[in-house]
């Protein structure tokens, strides 16, 4: 190579840097998509009330995953589409890109932060509860023992259910699906989400024959929002929305608007956030 060509080529990769070094940093994929098209997409579950119900005169999507997946488009300053997914496909729908991010009643546990992203901060927290009908003698989580328990495929309550109080579980596609087999004699309870169990047996009179049997919640957990792995500017952006959220009080607001019982961690955050700069 002549000395001329050296010069040329060493001026040519310092203009590049020095053009790099100019332009601003770009965004991760995810949060340069998701401004671009000027949409964020969300994947939610639609499992009853108050997480989420389709509107049977608009057809809309409706409930508290909706309105936080709202809050989220709202804080990056995008509209917002919500698509319905199963515990058994909201993963495979994250990974594959067709959707952004996941508020579909997926709590925070270690081996699902092996294989996702999440936000830090979380939104709130949520145990499981138990139905079955009235009756049946169950008054703690060690009298499923032995019995079978009716879960959603891929639900962070089977291993404790399996592991620790003996039940014999039989997944299904999804909550409806669940409560369909509890209903016909499948199993002798099912377990989901506190908050929507106890929502339908206090106020659905299709369900005043069942009751919750269970105690306590079976091991409340951080609810998170989840993305996936390595978009740490999208991770960056959310968070600083949920500690938003924490700091006004407006999840607080948001919970009790659907019927929800704001837990003490909702207040916990809230003290802990208002009292930083907005």
């Known amino acids: 190579m002549s000395h001329t060509l050296i010069l040329r080529t060493a001026a040519s990769a310092l203009a590049a840097l020095c053009l790099a070094a100019a332009l ?19 994947g939610v579950i639609l499992s009853g009330p108050p997480f989420g119900t389709i509107d049977p005169v608009t057809h809309k ?37 067709k959707v952004d991010i996941l508020i579909a009643n ?26 079955a009908k009235k009756g049946t003698g169950i008054k703690a989580w ?35 699906e669940s409560l369909l087999a509890l209903r016909g004699g499948n199993c002798t309870a099912a377990v989901h989400v506190s ?7 206090a106020d659905n009179p299709d369900w005043k024959d069942y009751e919750i049997v269970s105690p306590s919640d079976l091991i409340p957990s951080p609810s998170v929002i989840w993305l996936r792995k390595g978009e740490a500017d ?4 959310i968070d600083r929305i949920v500690q938003d959220w924490h700091r006004t ?20 955050l809230h003290e802990k956030f208002k009292k930083t700069p907005a």
């Open 24 to 42: 601003p940093a770009h965004a991760d994929a995810t949060l340069d998509k998701i401004q671009q098209r000027g949409k964020l997409v969300v």
């Open 61 to 97: 999507h409706v409930g508290y995953n909706v309105q936080l997946s709202e809050g989220v488009a709202k804080g990056l300053g995008v509209a917002v589409e919500t698509v319905q997914v199963q515990p058994s496909n909201r993963v495979q729908f994250l990974q594959q890109g």
């Open 106 to 131: 997926m709590q925070w546990t270690q081996e699902r932060s092996e294989i996702l992203g999440f936000v830090p901060t979380p939104f709130e927290e949520v145990g499981g509860a138990a139905i």
């Open 142 to 176: 060690d009298d499923l023992r032995g019995k079978p328990v009716c879960v959603s495929q891929g639900s962070n309550f089977t291993k404790p259910l399996a592991d620790q109080h003996g039940a014999q579980i039989k997944a299904f596609r999804g909550q409806p």
């Open 195 to 201: 908050p929507t169990l106890r929502e339908l047996v």
């Open 234 to 237: 999208t991770q960056a952006a």
């Open 249 to 268: 009080g407006w999840l607080i607001e948001v919970e009790k608007k659907n019927g929800m019982t704001p837990t003490p961690l909702l207040y916990q």
